[in-house]
């Protein structure tokens, strides 16, 4: 069966299914008529150093994508709807083994004017070692964006996701395998668009993979951001991290949904995902769903928390002392809490940068 | 000597699960139907209005799909045809154990419920099956104003009363199940304690499933008027059969203001019991509701005890413990609602899986946009004891007040190594050491029902670990 037809066989989403629960699938379909598959266009991509320069060999954006990805472990409405989607608009992101640029590489992916949606298939190379931002800006009403392939063994990347569009709709999907020791830090940062529906999972099938997941979230006006990240851990000593910082203001929603499973098996699997929502407005909201189902006893440990609160007055209280203004210091205590993961995400180049583009946007929303 | 083997394989360490012959002076056949539910009503003689909230809630009933959520596969196999919907063991509710028929008084006496009453309890009302065959309260709180029936003699004798609270905390379209028990409750308890009256002992309610095949669907209803206070126990056990059984309560607690509501339950039905319970409260100003919850038996258990915290400076807390053993899924959880400001809440769960059993945490927390400077605490510990179980934890939160102040903390872990050695080496055996463990991690529980419950419990919990090493 090839994707559209699994799409349209598939039906409308259960909203008891976290999932689908706070954003429904007829909010974030191009159209709202989830019968429709509508034309899409193609995006326009480029890859760059963070410097502006051309990048080395080593690292290509190929079109194409080879094989039909796999898709049985995860979200099959999304991912059929995007692969079905964006049959004439698929690229491979191919780093080869032993890759080390020593710079960040930018993938920047302007949506154009009008809906549109890209498949990018991962293919990094074993031993690789480097940092990746995957830039979205554009002013399409829809932007999607399917992200799957694999991080092979014993790969080192920063992965990072900026979403920067001015309006419309994200639908993002990711689908991501890591390889036997690899390290990934996956990071999100959400500023962009005025609805996102994203569903990232990231699937830990080979001994020692290693995962942080990140996420800077900031919403304003009446965003809304529905963030669900699942982490699978199927074999021993796996080891993943998910820690996903938002700040809302406005009459803005943002939504943290996790699942984390440790499949029976997995034994010195450790895993623990953290919510932190921090609300700025009265009539802003956040929740958050942090799920685990744990198969094997014999874990490291297994644990998630959430929290919720405002500016705590406190800091305030003293920054005001130290001179700073109510605005100065609010603006002060988002960004130290947005850092918190930003600062986590890469190395010292790849932070400066995000910091920089989270302050245009911090001064852009008026915050 | 085999034979004996076999049957004590089959009912394992559950120590509750003996059966009477079936004496009933009463029994509807299998299956539910617009004229069950009205017989039902017309064996009680009921007033109108309530045989007319039964058929709605059973066309509700009839029409709602099953949950999509939880243990489907095993919510699938309920068979609804094949349960007794209502069983009378005795012809009327006595208030003397003397008078209670010999085999049901002999089952409760094993139970310990009358010696119990004698020492500590300020009343007790005693269910065998459909209907509550014993019931009686202490003399001075009755000259006090404190109401403590039977749910059907409460519905007799307070027609007003019922009429007005009856649905009003969990309507009868809130589920499927809270749909079922409202069209075939029978039994329960009523109680209304007056204003500033405090009941010093706990009441207690102990549910007793005993005929094959049976669903017991009891109804409680408890007002505790404003500055007012009572700690309610209920119990619940059943006999091992190799068919299943269902137990479908609805608990609505009105804590009005000022006024202080315990709500403590221990539940260890066999395994062959599915028990699928609703159970809420309403916390006006400034009162407080508790529910203490501890599963220990039953094959699937969905519970999620809820409080509505719908006055300004209301509390709520939700303290519970799940053992899931060979074939048990302890689904069970807590929900809480901030409606008002000022408002605190805690939530503290515990599991422990083993030999394949599946527990899960579900649980929702919410603020809602009116409810300023709210406070809620959220904690889940579980651990699995051997491969092949299984612990999940699904905690909401939704918060839409930026005042609100909420922590979600949960871990899942196995006994460590080092705990065990550390008792090992003073002597005592991996039996024992891990029992004292499995103790300490349900103390934050057990320190909360009275000495009495705590002891057995832990009794319980040492027998459930035998045979968990080696």
Redesign the interface.
Known sequence: MDSASRYLSLGKP?R???LWRYTSWKKVHPTGDILEMPPLGQPELSLSMIDGSEPPSGIKLEQGIEGDPDFSMDNALTNAFLDASAKSSEWTLVVDKRFSPGKPVILEIRTGDSPSVAHISLDIGEISEFELITKVTGRSEWFGLLRTGQIRNGAIMNDVVLGLQEKGTLLRSDAIAIGRDAQVRAGTVSSGSERTKSDLRYIMGDRGGNIRVLGSILSADSMHIDHHIEIHHEAPETFSRLSWHSACSGSSRTIGTGMLTIR?GSKGADAAQVFH?L?????????????????????V??????????IDEEQMFYLNARGFDEDGAKRSLIAAFLNSTLSEMGGAELHAWLVNELNLKLEALNM | MAKNNDAREAVGEYKAGWHDPENSTIRFDFGLSEEVVREISNLKNEPEWMTEIRVRAFKHFMRRPM???GNMSMLEEIDFDNICYFLRSSDSTKNNWDDVPDDIRNTFERLGIPEAEQKWLSGVTAQYESETVYHSIREDLEKQGVIFLDMDSGLREHPEMVKKWFCSVVPFADNKFSALNTAVWSGGSFIYVPEGVHVEMPVQAYFRINAKNMGQFERTLIIADKGSSIHYIEGCTAPTYSTDSLHSAVVELIALPGSHIRYSTIQNWSSNVYNLVTKRGIAHEKSKIEWVDGNIGSKLTMKYPSVILKGEGSHAEVISVAYSGEGQHQDAGAKIHHLASNTTSKILSKSISKNGGRGSYRGMVTVS?KADNCKLNVVCD?L???????????????????????????????VSDEQLFYLMSRGHSENESLAMIVNGFFEPFTRELPMEYAVELNQLMALEMEGSIG
């Open positions: 259960n008891a299914d976290h029976k929502n609300l700025l407005s009265e009539s802003a909201e956040a929740d958050s769903i942090p799920e685990l189902e744990v198969m094997e006893n014999d874990v440990g297994c644990g998630h928390g959430t929290a919720n609160g405002p | 949950p999509t959520w946009p579980a699995i004891l051997d491969e092949g179980s299984r612990s999940d934890t699904y905690p909401t939160m939704e918060v839409a007040n930026s005042t609100a102040r909420c922590e979600h903390e949960a871990s899942v872990s196995k």
